[in-house]
């Protein structure tokens, strides 16, 4: 009976362990021919029934959870759902053991009743029978017995044993197990009272605010020392120079001296301000809350332990619920202890959650029990499996946490709001609170209650939910600007944004509600209430994808990306990683379980790209020019910039100037650093290529490079030791060190040996340099110390005769000519180098650049003429094809009559393709239906793309100049050349080109651009030739034969003397002053205007003879010329080379470290110019200055001198502008000013100085107005003309009038004539008393005759722009128009004009067109072109049809205002300057765009 009872109890615990959390029923498994009712797993983990789920099943396929109200999407069924398979093996289990239960207790029943009928023996006869018959059997059985019972004692001896020794060790590992947890949550309470400390000290910036007043006095104070400072230093100026007292105020500076301190004047009282500010610990509150979190409880089989460790900020209680087998919860102040422990060990089901700012995790321990277990116990396995690896490893910080958040609002990729889902459950008790709050009196508005910017309100958003929101724009009536604060009864519409959601939406509230509208919608808190609101940080949290752009930086992001993103994200739970900070945004990555991540997405769509350095496909990386090696043999002044070993080191050569010229430019405060490789986490391993070292550094740390620094070469030079080498087989520390000690921070000398290439170190030998000669040399000091070991004797043993046989090459056998038919030989569809790559015939078929030159190979003409006639065989009579072309689709192109291979660009919209010729280069434009599909087998080029070698820009630029571009065009295309491939591994292919001159020799086109001044010679080092040799091949050159076999030189060769020669003096003379014209009148052009208010003009005849000049000086200036060290006292004109690379003629007037003043002689302009873009040479003599210096006549600077902000005034008003000057009087010096007097729109410039007090009046003049120039009196010739006998001509009419709106009348009724965008729009006024006097015959009854006798008005002949006319309507009719302009002129003429009463535009041909008579044209405009205020186009749209003259506005936006302007209107003016600006109400009194907002259709203005 015992062992039914316990199957009884194992099957009702199963029955009620397994039962549903919203309807109660059992879980059951299906039979033959019920389909049962299993437990199904939704994607948040959470398990309800089969028959729950049906019910839940929304008509879209998608179930939403009742417990954290997370959507999970379905293909089909419920049943596709995963089962809980534990569960399932529960009921397994429970219905195998209730079967064997029944069975066992069948057995014992039938027992039972067969002892119960038969009736027992008696003892004695029992006793009896016993001792006759078993006797000898008993000692025999109770052996057995005995010997059994002697295992069974050992038996139990062991297990007691197991058994203690492992309760002491389980009660070791409990302790240490729970006392790491303890310290784990203790560390976490750590972090967030941490944090909590930065929140509080993060408020205290309004501290600051109440020491205002004391920063003020501070001030006051320092303003009064800064003048007691100048008044004493000025004082001691004139003690000891008495003259400068005539410059000063002496009094003003005597009575600022004598001025006393009152001390009493100054506000002190800052120092003693409190800000009444405290910090308050809540101690109870602190022990209750800990009391509550952070507890240990006994493990039950009732009873739920939550170890919860949550922010401060959000106030939400954790408590203990207890559940018995009615599935009640009894809150915390239930008992926790059991009434009844178990036997078995529990089961534990681990949860790890983590938040978002705490990186805080909720322990969730539960153990299972008859009673049927909490909704949130139930998860996905793979989520199980991972939390209890997480309990079984001890405990490590992660490297970066991942948090799983729901969308809730998305503006852009950029630009998005989350909500975690730890905070689901803070949510919604955050809702029930607002709810609870608004449900009260307490929350509505009265009359004296205030709404004001910023403050916090609670907002109706959907049924049965309040929302916390922020008021952003907020409109009082009356009032069309948004204000700060207004009364509730007075608010017409605010703008509100939802704090724990991330959007904004616009509320109007009509004028006749009052406060019962307002309170139907909006709410307000109490003090108590705001108080608890601040308390809960915001739910929505303002995210931003990392590392990406929009594909379209100019339009920026699409509404396809934000479509795309909804999409994706849905309402789904997705995983967050937080990679830092951008403002108030984080910088994130969303994923979801079975994709990659949402940036990767976006990329793959087209929808973004990457943040990366655009480069151009195909564009080869720049680099700097390699360093410039020295002469071999020849002494050289160096300093050592980096030493790695003897045999790797760099120099850098201090006689070059151009490591003077870097220096200056680079100004000792930036690095040349070339990128060597990514090691990655945003870090660039770099190369200094004027020191040598490298370094790992952050792209924070890189800056984009000016092109001028290209053209410099790297300073550095890889060099390493001559004849030393190591003892072993690489260099001891020792080594290095002694070196670095011989070399570092030295001037040493510097002899260059051998001759290598660029990818080995120079063979130096390196000097001391002494006082009289050449010092020791380095590497002999090396050997003597025994750190080093000369090479020579090595090299000696070593050498080997070389071998001297020769070869002869083999006799040319005679080759047998065979002719082959054209047609026998393979067709290749593309270009294939040929074995010999010198002098190549080509012909150059397109030329963009030096850089990008196409040509073909003429051996290949007849492979690319059969495919010509291939095609022309092919497509010659093809019909155009139904195709849809896309970019770079390859296609056979009909061009101007002849089949080519084309390759397609892009395609517009009307059908015109634009084609890349595959065997030509260039790019022409072809309609579609002259392109035709080109077979796989026919697709290739015979174009080869080539790069001229050995030259470079010209200037220090890095990129062609347009002139070289448009000169190499001019020449090469379409001429014939010899070509030799330099590099057939670059692409493009490095080429040298030769074209015959007119003397018919070949001339290389690289060498003609560089003596026409449009490129420079490509810089390489001295020993790089264009093949490419070894060591043994220079020695061959440099010494004979036998003498580098037999013996090598014992001794160095002997340097020649190294000279520094001392700076050139360099004398010239200045330039011819300018020819100054005659005095009078003149039309004349600033140039410049100096710093003392000199004016630079040019006439007329000098601007063109300063462009014929530019030109002159550019052929006479071809290259750069070589700097030197000049001397620049005795320098006074010289050629100056401005920032457009063109040069200039200069005079210097100071020279400042390393750049000169220089004032360019022909424009007046002064500018400070690096030494390396000046030299002194005096450049076309013959021609004077262009530029005549100029003073204003008859007025005085203020000060004794033009202030600056005089010349900025005059710069503002004068240069660049042709204005007339009237030349008064010239100087005795010919380089003087000339006194002038300049008139700028008829008004004289010394007049507007003195009127802006710039200037004032020369008193030597009598009069103000005998300086003032009048312009000359134009001399007009008298013309005697007969005009009797004309007819007389026809009265010239002016523009319409327009209807005046009196400004008394603030509304009037009116009705749209013609409406353009739902915010510009043509009214006409209903009431006639606003037009400003009554007609004798309205303009309607004018124009009905008019119409009947219309053929009697003559044709419009004259179109000048707003001509009054009249025009035909699709009616027939003629009505008033005037012209805005030609819309068309070939093949007819066509005019867009105006309908002036009604405001509609149309476009009529002239026969269309008749004059208008003068008894039309006093009726003002009838239609009133007026602008909607109070709305604007909305700034996120989902509408794709658009007006096309108004693409901000969508169609069903212009469809939906035309429905609402129909019926009476009245219109209210808002402003009628610079724009009539009216406000339009309909019948009902309400304005007549608040549809088109509520619809999104509009944002309000």
């Known amino acids: 009976m015992k062992q039914v009872a316990q199957t009884v109890v194992l099957w009702k615990m199963s029955e009620t362990a397994v039962a549903c959390n919203i309807c109660g029923s059992s879980y059951t498994l299906p039979e033959d021919e019920v389909g049962g009712n299993l437990p199904h797993v939704l994607l948040c983990s959470h398990i309800f029934c089969s028959t729950c789920l049906r019910a839940l099943k929304s008509p879209q396929n998608v179930i939403t959870c009742p417990e954290c109200q997370m959507d999970t999407r379905i293909e089909e069924e419920v049943d596709g759902l995963e089962v809980d398979s534990r569960i399932i093996g529960l009921i397994y289990t429970a219905r195998m053991n209730t079967k064997k239960g029944v069975t066992v207790s069948r057995h014992s029943g039938d027992r039972c009743k067969s002892q119960r009928f038969k009736s027992p023996p008696s003892s004695a006869a029992v006793h009896t029978q016993e001792n006759i018959e078993g006797r000898p059997d008993v000692v025999k059985v109770l052996d057995e017995a005995l010997g059994k019972a002697t295992e069974n004692l050992s038996q139990l001896d062991k297990l007691h044993k197991t058994l203690s020794s492992g309760i002491h060790a389980q009660l070791r590992k409990e302790r240490t197990r729970i006392i ?55 004082a001691r100026h004139v003690r000891q120079v008495p003259s400068l007292e005539a410059y000063c105020n002496l009094d003003k500076i005597l009575e600022t001296l004598h001025i006393p301190v009152d001390a009493k004047s100054y506000d002190m009282s800052s120092m003693s301000l409190r800000s009444g500010l405290s910090c308050n610990f809540q101690m109870d509150s602190l022990v209750d809350s800990l009391r509550n979190c952070l507890k240990i409880t006994d493990d039950t089989d009732d009873c739920i332990l939550e170890v919860t460790v949550e922010p401060l900020q959000h106030v939400v ?63 996905h396995k793979a989520l199980r499996r991972h939390r209890r690896q997480h309990f079984d490893r001890p405990v490590t910080p992660q490297p970066k946490l991942v948090h799983y958040v729901i969308a809730t609002h998305i503006v852009n990729p950029g630009h998005f709001y989350v909500r975690y889902m730890m905070e689901q459950k803070s949510g919604l008790k955050l809702t029930k609170k607002v709810n609870e709050f608004c449900s009260g009196d307490s929350s509505l508005f009265t009359f004296s209650d205030e709404i004001k910017m910023g403050s916090m309100l609670f907002i109706y958003w959907k049924e049965d939910m309040w929302c916390r929101v922020t008021v952003t724009e907020l409109f009082q009536k009356e009032c069309f600007q948004s204000v700060t604060k207004c009364l509730a009864s007075e608010v017409t519409r605010l703008c509100v944004y939802f704090q724990d959601f991330g959007f904004s939406k616009g509320i109007s509230i009509p004028s006749d509600g009052g406060l019962s509208m307002l309170n139907e919608c909006l709410r307000r808190p109490d003090a108590a209430t705001l108080a608890e609101m601040n308390g809960w940080a915001p739910l929505a949290i303002k995210c931003s994808l990392k590392d990406i752009i929009p594909a379209d930086l100019v339009r920026g992001w699409s509404l396809e990306a934000a479509d795309e993103m909804r999409s994706l994200l849905g309402s789904e739970a997705v995983e967050m990683q937080v990679f830092g900070e951008d403002g108030d945004a984080l910088l994130v990555d969303l994923k979801k379980t079975p994709m990659v991540s949402l940036r990767e997405h976006l990329v793959f769509m087209e929808l973004a790209r990457f943040y990366s350095p655009i480069v151009a496909p195909g564009s080869a990386p720049l680099l700097f020019y390699p360093s410039v090696h020295p002469a071999l043999n020849v002494e050289a002044n160096a300093m050592v910039s980096h030493v790695n070993t003897p045999s790797d080191f760099y120099v850098q050569l201090v006689e070059n100037m151009e490591y003077l010229l870097l220096h200056s430019k680079l100004q000792d405060c930036y690095s040349r650093p070339q990128a060597n490789s990514f090691p990655g986490g945003r870090m660039v391993e770099v190369r200094y290529v004027d020191f040598g070292y490298r370094k790992t550094l952050s792209v924070k740390d890189l800056r984009q490079i000016k092109d001028e620094f290209f053209a410099l070469p790297e300073m550095a030079l890889w060099c390493s030791l001559n004849d030393v080498v190591s003892p072993q087989e690489t260099w001891s520390d020792e080594a290095c060190v ?41 590497g002999e000091i090396l050997v003597r110390n025994g750190l080093a070991v000369s090479s020579k004797q090595s090299q000696i043993k070593d050498a080997q005769p070389l071998e001297t046989t020769v070869w002869d090459p083999p006799f040319e056998e005679p080759l047998s000519v065979v002719l082959t038919p054209p047609g026998s030989e393979e067709l290749k569809p593309s270009l294939i180098l040929p074995t010999c790559v010198k002098d190549i015939k080509v012909r150059v078929t397109h030329v963009t650049s030096p850089g990008n ?32 072309w896309e970019a770079e689709m390859f296609c056979a192109a009909n061009n101007t009559g002849v089949w080519e291979r084309g390759k397609v660009c892009s395609v517009s919209t009307n059908g015109v393709a634009e084609v890349l010729r595959c065997d030509f280069g260039n790019k022409v434009n072809l309609h579609v239906n002259n392109l035709r599909p080109l077979s796989p087998d026919l697709i290739g080029s015979f174009l080869l793309e080539c790069n001229l070698s050995g030259v470079r820009p010209a200037g220090g630029r890095s990129t062609w100049t347009a002139t070289a571009c448009d000169f190499i065009s001019h020449y090469l295309t379409g001429a014939m050349a010899v070509m030799t491939i330099k590099d057939p591994s670059a692409r493009p292919v490095l080429v040298s080109l030769f074209c015959s001159n007119r003397a018919g020799q070949n001339v290389s086109f690289g060498d003609f651009l560089i003596s026409e001044g449009l490129a420079l010679k490509e810089r390489k080092a001295a020993c790089i030739s264009e093949t490419v040799f070894s060591e043994e091949c220079v020695l061959s050159e440099k010494i004979p034969e036998p003498q580098r076999i037999t013996s090598l030189p014992q001794t160095p060769p002997t340097p020649t003397p190294r000279i520094n020669p001392p700076p050139e003096r360099v004398q010239t003379n200045s330039y011819p002053p300018p020819e100054l014209p005659p005095c ?14 000199v004016i630079y003009a040019m006439t007329h005849q000098a ?21 030197k060290n000049y001397n620049w006292k005795g320098v006074l004109g010289c050629a100056v080379m401005g920032t457009d690379m063109f040069w200039y003629r200069g005079q210097v007037q100071e020279v400042i470290g390393g750049h000169v003043k220089v004032q360019y002689v022909d424009q007046g302009l002064v500018e400070s110019i690096p030494v390396c873009h000046v030299y002194p040479m005096v450049l076309c003599e013959d021609v004077p200055q262009l530029c005549v210096p100029c003073q204003i006549n008859g007025v005085i600077p203020i000060g004794k001198g033009w202030q600056w902000d005089a010349v900025v005034f005059m710069k503002e008003l004068l240069l660049g502008r042709s204005v007339s000057v009237h030349i008064i009087e010239h100087p005795e010096d010919p380089c003087g000013c000339v006194k002038v007097e300049i008139m700028v729109d008829g008004m004289a410039l010394s007049k507007i100085m003195v009127h802006h007090q710039y200037a004032s009046f020369d008193p030597a003049i009598s009069s103000q107005e005998d300086y003032v120039v009048k312009p000359p009196v134009p001399d007009l010739d008298d013309w005697d003309l007969n005009t009797e006998g004309l007819e007389e001509p026809q009265p010239v009419l002016g523009v319409y009038k327009e209807l005046q709106i009196p400004k008394a009348r603030k509304y009037f009724p009116v009705r749209v004539k013609h409406i353009r965008t739902p915010n510009e729009v043509f009214l006409c006024v209903l009431d006639k008393s606003l037009c400003e006097q009554e007609q004798e015959e309205s303009l ?18 004259d179109f000048p722009i707003e001509c009054p006319c009249l025009a035909e309507y699709s009616d027939g009719k003629y009505y008033r128009a005037k012209l805005l302009g030609f819309s068309q002129l070939t093949p007819s003429v066509k005019l867009l004009v105006r309908h002036v009463d009604f405001g509609s535009d149309d476009i009529l041909p002239t026969q269309k067109l008749r004059q208008l008579p003068a008894s039309l044209h006093h009726f003002p405009c009838a239609a009133v072109y007026v602008k909607l205020a109070g709305f604007k186009p909305t700034n996120v749209c989902e509408e794709s049809e658009r007006i096309p003259y108004r693409p901000e506005w969508s169609m069903r936006a212009m469809m939906e205002m035309i429905d609402l302007l129909n019926g009476e209107l009245t219109a209210v003016v808002t402003a009628t300057e610079p724009q009539l600006t009216v406000l339009l109400y309909n019948a009902e009194g309400t304005l007549v765009h608040i549809p088109l907002v509520v619809k999104g259709l509009a944002d309000y203005a």
């Open 180 to 234: 790491r947890e303890i310290d784990e949550a203790v560390e976490k309470a750590k972090g967030i009272l941490q944090k909590r400390r930065s929140m509080l000290v993060s408020k205290l910036s309004d501290v600051d605010l109440l020491f205002t007043d004391g920063r003020r006095e501070c001030k006051r104070i320092e303003e009064r020392i800064k003048e007691l400072q100048t008044a004493i230093q000025k």
């Open 317 to 379: 209680k954790s408590g203990v619920e207890v559940w018995d087998s009615t599935s009640q919860s009894v809150r915390g102040n239930a008992d926790p202890i059991p009434k009844k422990k178990s036997t078995r060990r529990p089961n534990f089901i681990e949860e790890i959650m983590e938040d978002t700012d705490t990186s805080s995790e909720i322990v969730e321990i539960a153990h299972s029990s008859p009673g049927p277990e909490p909704r949130r116990n139930e998860r």
């Open 738 to 778: 002694v070196f670095k000690e011989l070399v570092e921070h030295k001037l040493i000398t510097v002899v260059a040996k051998k001759l290598v290439p660029g990818t080995r170190p120079v063979p130096v030998c390196l000097y001391e340099i002494g006082d009289d000669c050449t010092g020791a040399s380095i």
């Open 853 to 884: 030159i196409c040509a073909q190979l003429l051996q290949f003409d007849g492979q690319l003429k059969r495919i010509h006639d291939m095609l022309k065989s092919l497509f010659s009579k093809s019909e155009p094809q139904e195709m849809l």
């Open 1080 to 1093: 009078g009148y003149a039309l004349m052009s600033i140039s410049a205007i100096s710093e003392q208010g």
């Open 1103 to 1123: 601007v063109c003879e300063f462009d014929r000049l530019r030109e002159r000086l550019q052929q006479h200036i071809k290259t750069l010329p070589r700097q």
């Open 1340 to 1357: 309607e009854e004018a124009l009905e005759c008019l119409n009947e006798n219309i053929e009697n008005l003559s044709l419009l002949t």
